[in-house]
């Protein structure tokens, strides 16, 4: 990785936190005296305020958090690949109903444990196309990345924590095989496209194996970006993962500025409380 590329990621990083921590305290300060706001809302459900202030305080707090720094994530995610690809957020394109079918027999393979989720599963599926039975259809993506180096394209959906469900592990790899159907037909080939599906952080522990069942019963070992992987190919970079953790740590400072800030607002005898 050159200089200039370390720099740029690390500004796209300390850009996002500084942009969150900001607006995460402007929205909470300007509710403070809105009933329906965020976190005073929860004064309307009585098993939580029944708890006390401090509780519905936290309680709302940390599900805003956790919510809105994802949403962050994904953006600077976005932000940080568009240094490198080129990045659409959708795809469009001619889809076969002859694809559509041959899809949904393999997930349904994959429900009942028929057949082990593998790559080579859907490779030649370009050739399911009958020209009788098409529709144009448009994919949302989150990530559709083309490297102009190599031509190759990527279709990424990305789980902050990548705590699927079954029926949503379905319908996330259903999206994805066809947005490949989708892409491959408009290409006129399979060669130049990988999908993948991608968690931000690993929820066992950076380095552990991540085993979430419901995921692996629909994609395979070869189609995930966990935690590491995934910030090392979207900063297209070996060690991406370890600058963009770097810069984050070096700026959390400013998130935790803004949370004892909202803190004082909402809960301003907790200080005096505690001298």
């Avoid at 050739?127 to 039975?133: A, G, L, N, R």
């Avoid at 989708?182 to 290409?187: A, K, P, Q, Y």
Wanted: proline share 1%.
């Amino acid at each position: 990785m050159t200089v200039d590329k370390e720099r740029a990621i690390r500004a796209t990083v300390r850009s996002s936190v500084e942009a969150y921590a900001s607006g995460f305290c402007d929205r909470h300060i300007s509710e403070l005296h809105d009933e329906n706001g965020t976190i005073n809302s929860k004064i309307h459900n009585i098993f939580i305020s029944a708890l006390g202030p401090e509780i519905q305080y936290y309680s709302a707090l940390v599900r805003s958090l956790d919510s809105s720094l994802g949403n962050m994530l994904e953006l600077m995610a976005i932000n940080i690949a568009s240094l490198n690809y080129e990045v659409t957020q959708h795809v469009e394109g001619i889809l076969y109903g002859e694809q559509t079918k041959y899809i949904a027999k393999i997930l349904e393979e994959y429900k009942r444990h028929a057949r082990i989720p593998l790559i080579q599963d859907y490779e030649g599926i370009t050739k399911y196309s009958d020209t009788k039975d098409k529709i144009t259809k448009r994919h949302e993506s989150d990530y559709c990345l083309k490297d102009l180096e190599n031509g190759m394209h990527y279709l990424i959906e990305l789980k902050i924590g990548g705590d699927l469900d079954n029926k949503k592990a379905r319908s996330e790899k259903e999206a994805l095989l066809e947005q490949y159907c989708i892409l491959t037909n408009t290409l006129g080939s399979e060669e130049k496209v990988k999908i993948y599906f991608a968690t931000a952080y690993n929820r066992y522990g950076e380095g552990n194996e991540w085993n979430q069942g419901r995921v692996l019963q629909f994609f395979s070992k070869e189609e995930l970006l966990i935690s590491s992987d995934f910030w090392n190919m979207i900063c297209k970079a070996e060690n991406g993962y370890d600058i963009v953790i770097d810069e984050y740590k070096k700026n959390a400072n400013l998130i935790i500025a803004a949370l004892n800030k909202i803190k004082k607002a909402y809960l301003p005898d907790s200080n005096r409380k505690r001298k």
